[in-house]
């Protein structure tokens, strides 16, 4: 009795995942729409270093990555996307980012 009781919740949760699915695949749906239209692409550059940074650290001693990051770094924080970052929140509006 006891199995089939569970059998019967078993199906009954199962027949009811989609009720619990699609709020996360709309939250989903909502937070790549954001991220579209925040222009986030614009970090690729970024993005490309930090990888980068992280494929070299298995062939690289901690000495060597930190200098790495620390170019890296720079190199971002003095791109054109930096600058207009922080003009845009200085002004208190939204940036344009263009991926330079």
């Known amino acids: 009795m006891l199995l089939s ?3 019967i919740l078993l199906i009954h949760f199962l027949m009811r995942l989609p ?3 699609r709020p996360v695949v709309d939250a989903a749906d909502r937070f790549v729409e954001r991220f ?3 222009k986030v692409f614009s970090l690729l550059p970024c993005l490309a270093l930090a990888k980068r940074a992280i494929y070299d650290s298995d062939t690289h001693t901690l000495d060597e990555m930190l ?3 620390l ?3 720079m190199r971002c924080f003095e791109s ?3 600058t ?3 003009r ?3 002004e208190k509006r939204p940036p344009a980012f263009r991926g330079r």
């Open 67 to 69: 200098d790495m990051e």
């Open 84 to 86: 207009e970052g922080l």
């Open 36 to 38: 579209v239209e925040a």
């Open 71 to 73: 170019e890296h770094q």
């Open 5 to 7: 009781a569970r059998r």
């Open 19 to 21: 009720d619990f699915v």
């Open 80 to 82: 054109e996307d930096a």
């Open 88 to 90: 845009a929140f200085l």
